[in-house]
């Protein structure tokens, strides 16, 4: 009797951890926020960031061929956390942290590496932005959709990423 209650203690304790994991994946979901993407000590492009269905996505890095990717999110004392990964066949990869504050705005360090067969090349980037209510987020499948019939190479401003 008591094995049973342990197992069940147990089972119900990882039930709840697991939960609030499942929670916290998608707990910027429905979120866009608006702002400027580029070198860290100046970006310059106006972008927007968006989070739906466990996934997140800039406007300029899916135009340039970076696909969504999946995102975790915590929260701390500081606001929210998040970490997630956006990569492109031909332009590298992206390496999102950031953080979104109780006011709204969102400071991100991008971690961005392109390798080739002779060289790797590494670049520290930042978006820097506000949340954006009644702005309605694009889902997951439009982004995807939209992707499909998008050339990165036709597109100068890609020449940067």
């Known amino acids: 009797m008591k094995r ?3 197992l ?3 089972a119900l ?3 709840l951890l697991n939960a609030g994991q499942l929670l916290a994946e998608g ?3 429905g979120q866009v926020f608006s702002g400027t993407i580029g070198p860290v000590e100046n970006p ?3 972008d927007s960031l968006f989070f739906s269905d466990g996934y997140f996505w800039s406007d300029i890095c899916t135009r340039c061929g970076f696909m ?3 995102y975790d999110a915590r929260e701390t004392q500081r606001g929210i956390v998040f970490t997630g990964t956006l990569e492109s066949d031909s332009r590298g990869r992206f390496e999102y942290s950031g953080l979104v504050a109780p006011d709204g705005s969102v400071d991100v360090e991008i971690q961005w590496e392109r390798r080739r067969w002779y060289w790797t090349s590494q670049r ?3 978006f820097v932005g506000t949340a954006q209510s009644g702005h309605g987020t694009t889902s997951l499948s439009a982004i995807q959709e939209r992707m499909s019939a998008i050339d990165p ?3 100068p401003l890609c020449d940067r990423f």
Request: net charge positive; no cysteine; hydrophobic share 40%.
């Open 8 to 10: 069940i203690g147990t």
């Open 124 to 126: 520290k980037i930042a």
């Open 27 to 29: 707990l910027l979901d």
């Open 153 to 155: 190479g036709s597109n």
């Open 68 to 70: 969504p990717g999946r």
């Open 44 to 46: 310059d492009l106006a």
């Open 13 to 15: 304790i990882s039930l």
């Open 4 to 6: 049973t209650r342990a």
